[in-house]
């Protein structure tokens, strides 16, 4: 039996994987600080309005800092997000990290049900296609798969929405009051993450059902599910473990998109409605979340694939 500390990655190879979350945070955040400026649109215009004259609107400017070289608009903004102060929304006026805050609950319970279903959907299905190889199991599977990927979220949830809501009236149109308001949602995003992942299952579950240590298994008289979900099974869900996190932060994009469909109020709407009206603050904050988001389940993801897989570990 291989000592504890054998299981786990080292000190040096989760310190390289959190500095990496670190710079991608870092660039993707200053990137889109320079987009927002460098893309047509004033948010002081959208402020005062259509009708408002110059001295106005450059009052606006100098009070919103927008009027300030991008340089020193930058280092300001650094400075601040060293000291965890996203500021203030431009049109709300009040602090970003509290719209924020009242926000992520209901994107995050969104995205974690969504993949969750995912999984639920793809690891059996999967697993049944790589043992029935050429069958109707698989043939449904392969169907099922091409179809979920070829439909676009947004128009997959708005058939959905037609189905189910409009002409069933099985499910609630709008809101997230009642659980019943996140089945549709949820099912929109789960069936095209899961159309990615059953492939990857499947095609991991049968390079795994070929290999020696399962041709020895068999041959030592070891019972045949046995072989299958006890030794196959576990080394094929190796390569999920990486995948499912880059998956989970495409749910968290495509929750923008679901959100404005469903009119749920979560994260993905304020950002949605903050591009619109050049909400700078909101949409930096915004951003600034996600990527925390995304990066902080790929560096877990990453710790979980390599205490399974020690040839990957860093030294």
């Given at each position: 039996?291989?000592?504890?500390?054998?299981?786990?990655?080292?000190?040096?190879?989760?310190?390289?994987?959190?500095?990496?979350?670190?710079?991608?945070?870092?660039?993707?955040?200053?990137?889109?600080?320079?987009?927002?400026?460098?893309?047509p649109g004033d948010p002081a215009r959208t402020i005062a309005g259509l009708d408002a004259d110059e001295r106005e609107v450059a009052a606006?400017?100098?009070?919103?800092?927008?009027?300030?070289?991008?340089?020193?608009?930058?280092?300001?903004?650094?400075?601040?997000?060293?000291?965890?102060?996203?500021?203030?929304?431009?049109?709300?006026?009040?602090?970003?990290?509290?719209?924020?805050?009242?926000?992520?609950?209901?994107?995050?319970?969104?995205?974690?049900?969504?993949?969750?279903?995912?999984?639920?959907?793809?690891?059996?299905?999967?697993?049944?296609?790589?043992?029935?190889?050429?069958?109707?199991?698989?043939?449904?599977?392969?169907?099922?798969s091409h179809l979920a990927m070829a439909l676009p979220e947004f128009w997959l949830a708005i058939l959905l929405l037609l189905a189910f809501?409009?002409?069933?009236?099985?499910?609630?149109?709008?809101?997230?009051?009642?659980?019943?308001?996140?089945?549709?949602?949820?099912?929109?995003?789960?069936?095209?993450?899961?159309?990615?992942?059953?492939?990857?299952?499947?095609?991991?579950?049968?390079?795994?059902?070929?290999?020696?240590?399962?041709?020895?298994?068999?041959?030592?008289?070891?019972?045949?599910?046995?072989?299958?979900?006890?030794?196959?099974?576990?080394?094929?869900?190796?390569?999920?473990?990486?995948?499912?996190?880059?998956?989970?932060?495409?749910?968290?994009?495509?929750?923008?998109?679901?959100?404005?469909v469903f009119s749920l109020p979560g994260l993905g709407r304020l950002l949605l409605s903050a591009i619109y009206r050049r909400d700078f603050?909101?949409?930096?904050?915004?951003?600034?979340?996600?990527?925390?988001?995304?990066?902080?389940?790929?560096?877990?993801?990453?710790?979980?694939?390599?205490?399974?897989?020690?040839?990957?570990?860093?030294?």
């Amino acid at each position: 039996m291989s000592p504890p500390s054998a299981r786990f990655p080292s000190l040096r190879f989760a310190a390289a994987k959190l500095g990496r979350l670190f710079v991608t945070v870092f660039v993707i955040t200053s990137l889109v600080f320079v987009v927002l400026r460098v893309l047509p649109g004033d948010p002081a215009r959208t402020i005062a309005g259509l009708d408002a004259d110059e001295r106005e609107v450059a009052a606006l400017r100098a009070e919103l800092g927008t009027d300030r070289p991008m340089l020193e608009q930058y280092l300001s903004w650094l400075w601040a997000m060293l000291r965890a102060d996203f500021g203030s929304s431009f049109f709300h006026d009040r602090p970003v990290l509290e719209l924020i805050r009242e926000r992520v609950p209901l994107t995050v319970t969104l995205s974690v049900a969504a993949f969750l279903g995912a999984l639920l959907v793809a690891v059996p299905l999967g697993v049944a296609m790589a043992v029935r190889r050429w069958g109707a199991v698989d043939y449904f599977g392969m169907a099922f798969s091409h179809l979920a990927m070829a439909l676009p979220e947004f128009w997959l949830a708005i058939l959905l929405l037609l189905a189910f809501a409009v002409m069933l009236g099985w499910f609630p149109l709008f809101g997230a009051e009642t659980p019943l308001h996140f089945v549709l949602p949820v099912v929109a995003l789960a069936l095209s993450r899961a159309a990615v992942l059953v492939r990857l299952v499947r095609s991991s579950m049968i390079e795994e059902l070929g290999k020696e240590y399962v041709l020895a298994a068999r041959a030592h008289g070891l019972p045949e599910h046995r072989v299958r979900y006890g030794y196959a099974l576990r080394n094929a869900l190796l390569p999920v473990i990486t995948v499912g996190a880059i998956q989970f932060g495409y749910l968290l994009g495509g929750s923008i998109v679901i959100e404005q469909v469903f009119s749920l109020p979560g994260l993905g709407r304020l950002l949605l409605s903050a591009i619109y009206r050049r909400d700078f603050p909101v949409v930096q904050g915004g951003v600034i979340v996600t990527a925390v988001v995304f990066s902080g389940v790929n560096f877990i993801a990453d710790l979980l694939y390599s205490a399974a897989n020690p040839k990957i570990r860093m030294t």
